[in-house]
């Protein structure tokens, strides 16, 4: 049975690109209204406009989730323009630089932190008063394989991304009751403008990524975005503070 969310209205941060620019479009094909947010205005608007091209309604916020009074302005924009929120998929996050930990700086831990960690709990923050006003909804947040894994030169995000599952548990004992459901997904290698950062021209780097996944390849933005769309949904009732991995069985090894 397809999932529909007409009706709806539905918040994505990091809404410009890859596995949330899937998302998004994915939830107006379902029915939704949706606000996306980011800080690449131009990209942020293509997007917003394929939607609305399609048939669909969204608009775009410019906003960066570690800014506190932005992301309250981002919440409110939305609440403003379509009336409520029903739906929240807190995908914004950045990867940093790749160091071992000895290399690692203030500057980068700051700056990760700042958007993986900060910026979840500033839009979870304001997202969740929003829902009660209209008796509830569902969070999903971003997490990663590298929130559930220790990764080589990865301490920075790794701890960053272990740091969105222990908000997500948290928050989401707090509102369980209430009608707010939080969980969070843990993607692996998702093939993403991240991805490409990663591993850049080195075919030696592709072919390792892929190697590191049982299923044989690296994952699409469609195939983590259509879980998103299934823990926002009514078919998901039960499910609260969970951490789920879509990684080709990378975790399973």
């Known amino acids: 049975m397809a999932i529909n969310f007409d009706g709806k209205v539905v918040l994505v941060t990091g809404g410009t690109s890859g596995i949330g620019e899937t998302a998004a479009k994915l939830y107006a094909q379902a029915g939704a209204r949706v606000a996306l947010t980011g800080r690449r205005a131009d990209r942020g608007q293509a997007v917003t406009d394929a939607i609305n091209s399609a048939g669909g309604e969204a608009i775009f916020i410019k906003a960066d989730v570690a800014n506190t009074a932005r ?4 919440v409110a924009k939305t609440v403003e323009r379509f009336g ?12 940093g630089v790749l160091a071992p930990i000895t290399e690692q700086t203030d500057e980068n831990y700051d700056a990760v932190f700042n958007a993986n960690v900060r910026g979840v709990m500033n839009s979870m923050k304001f997202e969740i008063p929003a829902m009660l006003k209209t008796g509830g909804g569902a969070i999903v947040n971003n997490s990663s394989i590298a929130g559930l894994i ?8 790794c701890a960053s991304k272990h740091a969105v599952i222990g908000l997500t548990k948290c928050a989401a004992l707090e ?18 403008d991240m991805y490409e950062r990663f591993v850049g021209e080195d075919e030696q780097a592709r072919e ?4 590191l996944h049982p299923i044989g390849r690296v994952g699409t933005a469609a ?18 503070g969970q951490a789920i991995p879509v990684d080709g069985g990378f975790t399973t090894q």
């Open 71 to 74: 992301v309250e302005e981002m």
């Open 84 to 95: 409520r929120l029903d739906i929240a998929f807190n995908n914004a996050g950045i990867e």
């Open 150 to 157: 220790g990764m080589g030169t990865l301490s920075v995000y």
């Open 175 to 192: 509102v369980a009751a209430q009608g707010i459901r939080i969980n969070a997904v843990c993607p692996a290698a998702i093939k993403t």
């Open 208 to 211: 390792y990524f892929t190697s």
């Open 223 to 240: 195939e983590v975005a259509n879980l998103v769309l299934w823990l926002s949904s009514d078919d998901a009732g039960f499910m609260v």
